[in-house]
Structure formats: structure tokens, C-alpha cells
């Protein structure tokens, strides 16, 4: 967590700080339809208690602005005061100002400077959404996205290239286009009221290599803070390589204070994926630490028994279930690491670099289960998957009761609900 991170101003998002020092923050977005007060409500609630500390919501019509009040009450009726985020697209200036409510309930309001409208209206109608944030002491984040990004802007420039003979490729004009089109819109919104603490910048695109190349500029032009993220990262393991691959160089550089991980969820999936992944991409650069990590090999020919993945799979399962209440009572408890290991090759060495490592036996290998606890040899286990993971997470809980200090004042529950993710953090050795 030394890193040297890129100057920016703090904004104040509910709670939560973005930028000025604070720690990355990550964030998501619901796939609900708005309108469904209780089902919003409740994947709000969800996305929350899986680490998410900022969770943006469409706002796309009359009944959905009409709504964001009740879902806000709902969510603080349960104990959740994780800040809302609206999202407006097209017609942001008038459902605010025709439902003040809504503007009153959410925590920060989501622009597109593309999407606001053509000519001079596009200025007009951005102004209005600024002084509606201005009047009710809210931030914004001006979001620009290269699918819609002000062709005016891309025109002028592109013809400005042929007329000067510059020589730029259209990718280059188009990436210049994006950084311009954040700087232009955040003065305005200065212009409208805003203070530099109150506005957070974006510029979202799809590709790993034109995201990384855009807020290297960005980050050089301005001290606003930067919210990271591909526009459509795509689906499984393509959106998790692409998300990682850009995201991961800007954060190791300092570039980044609030991220997300933009997963195409699968038919039904989780929409909590999203928050697990950002979460464990800032926990693989040392940034946070959401939650234990648990190491487990990969698996090859030494190690045909499925104990060890069995047993790996058990253990992020109990951490998952017990951390909320780890966190809460527990100071540092998301630091411990544990390694659940399959072989004698990697499994001692492994073992002895955790806080608690078990090594169990490969194929042809003695069946016995040397545990290490903080690098020196505790005890050897035998037995059947049921007793091995019962032993092991007895381990794990007198670890947890004699290792962390325990607070005399508990968290809040809602605290650490949002602070911590609700899945262990897995590192497979290659």
C-alpha cells in the first residue's frame, strides 16, 4: 500500500471520500429496472454488503426519478447508508428539475456530456444538471464515453487534422477528443457553481490500450479526481483479463480513485461479481484489503485427489460466511493469509510464507497434512475432507481470537458490511 499515488482533490460522496489521498473506492451499478422500488432496493443492499462503497442507479424516465426517494428510504430503513448514484443520459435536465426529490435522495449525480444534447443546448441543458448539484450541495462525475462521445467535437478535430496536415490517426484524434471533451465540460460546470471538490472525471472506453494511453494524459491535465473503468469490459473470464490488464498499469501508477469493474453478467448471474473483482484487483496490487486471502495450487498430475481443491473451496466458503462478523469485532483481520496447498512441491513453502498453511499429500505422498502457522511447523493432520476442514477452520477461528486485537467497541454492522467483501480472496499458483 506504498504506491505513489497521482495528486487529486477529495470529493465527498456521502460518506465516502474519492480522491485527496483516500483510499481507492470501489463502486458498481445496478441492472434492475429503477422502477422495481423493491428489487433496486435490494440489489442496492446486495452490491453493498459485497464490498460495493458507492452503487449508481439508472435514472431514464418520469417513474424511475419518482422512485430514487423510496428506494433511498428503503435501503437507510435497513441500515445501509451506502451513497446513490444516479446515472442521466438525454434527459438528466429535466427529471431533476421536475423531480426535485430525486435530486434531493441521491448522493451524486452521473453526466454524460455526449448525451446531453447538440449545439447549444448540449451547454445549456449540461448547466441546468450543474446548478441542480450546485443548489443541493451535490457532487457530480462528468463521464465521458468514447460510444458517446460529442461527434461535433470529433468533426472539428478530424477536419482540424486535415487541414494542418498533423498526421494523427483517427484512434489518436479520438482519444484527444475524449480528454478535451472532460476538461471542456468540468469548467463549464465550474462556470455553473461546482467547486473543484465537488466533481469527479471520467473517460471510459472499451479498449485496454486506448483506456491506459487516455488517463495517462488525463491524469497529467488535471487534479480532479479519476473514476477508472471499461466502458463494456465484456463477459467472464474476457471482461476479468481485459478489466485487469488496463486498470491494473493506471492503479500500479497511481492513476485511479474509484473504480469498476464493468462484467457482463451472464443470463441470472450475480451482479455482485463486479464488486468481488474490483475488490480483488485492488487487493492484488496492495491497495485495500477486503478480505483473507486464501493461496491454493493450481493442480497437475501429483495432485489427482480433489481434496486439497475440495477443501480450498470450503475454506473460502466458511471466511465468506464468518467475516462480517470477523470484521466487526476483529481490527486487521482482512490482512491474514492462508494457504491450502496440494502437493510437497510448492505445498510446505507455501505454507510456512502464510499465516496458516496446510500441505496436503500429492499422489504417492505419505497421507499426511503438515500445518504451518506463521512459518513454523504446528501439528500434522490425518483424516477424512469433513475432519480436515473442521480442524482447519478451528485453526483459523483461535488464530483470529489470540492474533487481532478485538475491539472494545464493535462496528457497526452496517459498517463493516460495507467495507468488506463477502467473498475470501483466492490466489492460484501458477
Not at 441542480?132 to 487534422?161: H, T, W, Y
Not at 451472464?266 to 484489503?289: F, I
Not at 499429500?361 to 476442514?389: M, Q, W
Amino acid at each position: 500500500m506504498t504506491q505513489k499515488r497521482h495528486k487529486t482533490v477529495g470529493v465527498k460522496v456521502g460518506k465516502i471520500q474519492v480522491g485527496g489521498g483516500a483510499p481507492v473506492v470501489v463502486q458498481s451499478m445496478t441492472n434492475t429496472d429503477t422502477v422495481d422500488i423493491a428489487s433496486t432496493a435490494q440489489q442496492c443492499l446486495e452490491l453493498a454488503q459485497a464490498g460495493s462503497e458507492l452503487v449508481r442507479i439508472t435514472v431514464n424516465i418520469p417513474e424511475a426519478a419518482a422512485a430514487v426517494p423510496e428506494i433511498k428510504k428503503r435501503l437507510l430503513d435497513a441500515g445501509c447508508d451506502v451513497p446513490l448514484i444516479g446515472d442521466f443520459h438525454y434527459n438528466g435536465h429535466v427529471l431533476l428539475t421536475k423531480y426535485p426529490d430525486c435530486a434531493k435522495a441521491l448522493d451524486k449525480l452521473r453526466i454524460n456530456p455526449g448525451n446531453v444534447g447538440a449545439g447549444q443546448r448540449r451547454d445549456e441543458q449540461f448547466s441546468t444538471i450543474c446548478k441542480v448539484a450546485r443548489d443541493n450541495g451535490k457532487p457530480v462525475r462528468i463521464g465521458v464515453n468514447g460510444g458517446s462521445l460529442n461527434q461535433e467535437l470529433v468533426m472539428k478535430k478530424m477536419q482540424e487534422n486535415t487541414d494542418r496536415d498533423l498526421g494523427k490517426t483517427s484512434e489518436e484524434i479520438i482519444n484527444e477528443c475524449m480528454v478535451l471533451s472532460a476538461l471542456e465540460s468540468t469548467e463549464l460546470a465550474l462556470e455553473n457553481g461546482l467547486r473543484k471538490d465537488q466533481i469527479i472525471i471520467s473517460c471510459k472506453v472499451s479498449r485496454p490500450h486506448d483506456l491506459v494511453a487516455i488517463y495517462r494524459d488525463l491524469s497529467s491535465k488535471t487534479e480532479q479526481p479519476l473514476h477508472l473503468g471499461l466502458t463494456e469490459a465484456g463477459m467472464g473470464a474476457k471482461g476479468l483479463v481485459w478489466s485487469s490488464a488496463s486498470m491494473g498499469i493506471l492503479l500500479d501508477e497511481g492513476i485511479g480513485d474509484t473504480i469498476r469493474v464493468s462484467l457482463t453478467p451472464r443470463p441470472g448471474g450475480d451482479r455482485r461479481d463486479e464488486v468481488y473483482a474490483a475488490c480483488e484487483l485492488l487487493q492484488s496490487l496492495g491497495l485495500r484489503s477486503f478480505s483473507p486471502s486464501v493461496t491454493a495450487c493450481p493442480g497437475c498430475g501429483r495432485t489427482t485427489s480433489t481434496t486439497f481443491q475440495e477443501l480450498a473451496e470450503s475454506i473460502q466458503g466458511y471466511i465468506r460466511d464468518k467475516m462480517p462478523e470477523w470484521k466487526r469485532y476483529y481490527e486487521g483481520v482482512e490482512e491474514m493469509k492462508l494457504a491450502v496447498m496440494g502437493c510437497i512441491v510448492n505445498g510446505p513453502g507455501e505454507s510456512k510464507a502464510s499465516n496458516i498453511g496446510i500441505s496436503l499429500p500429492g499422489t504417492g505422498e505419505a497421507p499426511r497434512c503438515p500445518v504451518y502457522i506463521d512459518g513454523k511447523h504446528f501439528n500434522t493432520l490425518e483424516g477424512t475432507y469433513e475432519e480436515l476442514s473442521a480442524a482447519f477452520q478451528k485453526l483459523v477461528e483461535d488464530y483470529i481470537a489470540t492474533k487481532y486485537h478485538k475491539r472494545e467497541t464493535p462496528l457497526a454492522e452496517v459498517q463493516v458490511l460495507a467495507s468488506a467483501s463477502s467473498k475470501p480472496s483466492l490466489r492460484v499458483l501458477a
